[in-house]
């Protein structure tokens, strides 16, 4: 009977002597440098804490973020825009000027309500007054429209522009911690019949 070949055996390397050598020397200077970058951290983060919330306080100057005036825009808003897009242009131009009217008289009383909170709650939020100011420059170009609606064959509603953009972008924008931008059928009326702007 043949002898079974056994296989060589297996050698490993060495283990690697990770001490064999002394630790490198540290020097004075970087023990201060460890020293000091903690408490100099931690000064950094107090400051950078201290500075969210101070600058959390103060009010940002293009946005409405005052819980008070928000709650209350919101609640206006929602009826305000729930009202005007229940009133399409509809009749002849006589009707359709009256239509337009209803739906300012929306904006009116949103602007109304906003305004109940007194000059102290809308001088702490900067834009809003700013804001209503903006929807009452609206609300008289779409009066302007509603007079030449029920005189002329093809009235035009034009927009106020601030800096060439209309004013209802800056409205739009003020509105970013809300959910109430300027109905479309405010800027772009829309006619129920074959008359068109």
Do not use: H
Not at 106 to 120: I, Y
Not at 157 to 184: F, S, W, Y
């Amino acid at each position: 009977m043949a002898s079974v070949s056994q296989p060589p055996p297996v050698t490993y390397p060495p283990p690697v002597q990770r001490w064999r050598f002394a630790e490198p020397p540290v020097r004075r200077r970087w023990f201060w440098v460890a020293v000091i970058a903690g408490p100099a951290a931690t000064v950094t983060m107090v400051v950078a804490f201290a500075a969210m919330i101070a600058l959390d306080a103060r009010d940002a100057p293009g946005l409405i973020d005052d819980p008070e005036v928000m709650s209350v825009v919101d609640a206006e808003c929602r009826s305000m825009t729930s009202t005007v897009e229940g009133l399409p242009l509809q009749g002849d131009a006589g009707a359709q000027a009256r239509r337009v009217l209803d739906q300012n008289s929306a904006v009116k009383q949103m602007v109304e309500a906003v305004r109940d909170l007194g000059e102290d709650v809308l001088a702490r939020d900067r834009p809003t007054a700013q804001w209503l100011e903006d929807w009452e420059r609206l609300v008289e170009a779409r009066a302007t429209f509603a007079r030449d609606l029920a005189t002329e064959d093809r009235a035009a509603l034009d927009v106020p522009r601030v800096d060439g953009q209309r004013i209802t972008e800056r409205m739009d924008e003020a509105m970013l911690l809300i959910e109430c931008v300027v109905p479309e059928e405010l800027t772009e009326p829309v006619f129920a019949d074959s008359r068109s702007i």
